[in-house]
């Protein structure tokens, strides 16, 4: 794949070279090396300042090194780190009663990264299908999307429909499902087609798949046929979440409360790796010791920072920001693809958005843009080919929202 490469400085290139030499080849990084984050900004080794819209995949929706988030680690880092769950400490009780009641959930189970969160639910889910719905051993299917994207763990790649993701990694998990986004018929099908159902998996925007948004009133009529056929609606809110989509949450925006809520990313704003997994007792409590656990899960550094992430997106009015800006952006894109033919479509709600790109998916236009965007300041990365996702942190003011439009279109215009 030939694609374009602006002048590196040497330094950059020294920084690069290692990784490519010493690091397992798994991911293709933008060319850019940083070294320095302040709530929307970014900083590469050469000093030279950039807006971050791709936010660490939503994980820094509070924007980088945010003070008090920070000021939680440090501290608790200083006073007790690690106990494992053998002990019990003085951070996981006060944060599992934060987080429940933050949420609306009865419980809490603490995990580290968003794919531990996703494994973690297919497991409550699977065994409250069988000692609580009375599904025969063995038989549980759970349903899930095309076009899906919920971490790369054996399993979870096993119900992804990336080939990329999964070729040569079988053999996989069975029991899962697979039917159309976005489509309730296809969910009532599935859900009648047996009754070894036990759940729903969904993304209530597809992320990675380029910002997919379902139709206004999917999420809410898949809640409801899951209740008529007695089946767990499992969100994985995981890049949606924690205000990133205008709402604390993405189901917010059709009142949803999911039997299960997967949470990762920002619930750390991006400090640390946590993860959890939320449910009322009755899904909840089939869960006994000895059956999942995780060293690091619930560890006192991630519950003092979870607390203070949290906080943060509240007192910083972070929803509402996401949700009016994100109004801001969208306009705003709209107007440069009325100018500019390369937009052929704006997506997205709050700030999780992405432009659709006039060329196929497999061009390297969408890359090309992208080095454009970095060499006018702003960070994004193409997802799936040829869309560009646009995520800033939550904290961006309305002034900043309008000199990154000034760059995008800027950029855009290079390639008329
Ligand atoms: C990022 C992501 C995951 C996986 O999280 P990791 O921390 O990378 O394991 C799962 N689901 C969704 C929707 C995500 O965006």
Redesign the pocket.
């Known amino acids: 794949m030939e694609q374009s490469h602006q002048a590196l400085s040497s330094k950059s290139e020294a920084f690069i070279e290692k990784e490519n030499k010493y690091g397992a080849h798994n991911y293709h990084p933008l060319p850019v090396v940083l070294e320095k984050g302040e709530g929307v900004y970014v900083w590469d080794v050469d000093g030279k300042k950039y807006y971050d819209f791709l936010s660490a995949?939503s994980a820094v929706n509070q924007g980088h090194c945010h003070p008090k988030i920070v000021g939680a680690m440090v501290k608790q880092a200083q006073t007790l780190t690690l106990t494992s769950r053998a002990f019990y400490n003085d951070q996981l009780g006060p944060y599992e009663e934060f987080v429940t009641e933050y949420f609306g959930f009865d419980k809490v189970l603490p995990m580290n990264?968003?794919?531990?969160a996703?494994e973690t639910a297919l497991k409550i889910c699977r065994k409250w299908a069988y000692e609580v719905k009375g599904i025969p051993e063995n038989q549980a299917q759970i349903i899930v999307c095309e076009n899906n994207?919920?971490?790369?763990t054996t399993t979870i790649i096993s119900f992804s429909n990336d080939e990329n993701a999964r070729k040569s990694f079988g053999p996989f998990t069975a029991g899962f499902i697979k039917i159309p986004y976005d489509d309730i018929e296809a969910l009532e099908n599935a859900l009648k087609s047996t009754n070894n159902i036990a759940g729903f998996l969904v993304?209530p925007i597809q992320?990675?798949a380029g910002v997919y948004v379902p139709a206004d009133g999917y999420l809410a009529k898949a809640k409801a046929l899951c209740e008529q056929y007695n089946a767990l609606f499992i969100a994985?809110e995981?890049?949606t979440g924690i205000a990133r989509t205008g709402k604390l949450l993405a189901v917010h925006h059709e009142n949803v409360q999911p039997d299960i809520l997967i949470l990762?990313?920002a619930i750390s704003g991006g400090v640390y790796p946590v993860?959890a997994v939320l449910a009322n007792n009755a899904v909840m409590n089939v869960i006994k010791p000895g059956q999942h656990g995780s060293t690091f899960g619930g560890n006192p550094v991630a519950a003092a920072v979870a607390i203070a992430a949290l906080e943060v997106v509240r007192d910083e009015n972070l929803s509402q920001n996401a949700a009016y800006l994100g109004v801001v952006l969208r306009t705003g894109l709209n107007e440069i693809a009325s100018r500019n033919p390369l937009i052929t479509l704006v997506r997205g709600k709050g700030l999780l958005n992405a432009i659709v790109i006039n060329c196929d998916e497999d061009s390297d236009l969408a890359w090309d843009i992208c080095m454009k965007f970095s060499e006018y300041g702003l960070l994004a990365k193409p997802t799936h080919g040829n869309k560009i996702r646009l995520a800033p942190p939550l904290v961006i003011t309305e002034t900043q929202i309008h000199e990154c439009l000034g760059i995008i279109e800027r950029a855009l215009n290079d390639f008329r």
Not at 113 to 116: I, N, P, Q, R, V
Request: no cysteine; charged share 30%; glycine share 22%.
């Open positions: 995949y990264t968003g794919a531990e996703v994207f919920h971490g790369r993304e992320g990675e994985d995981v890049q990762g990313k993860s």
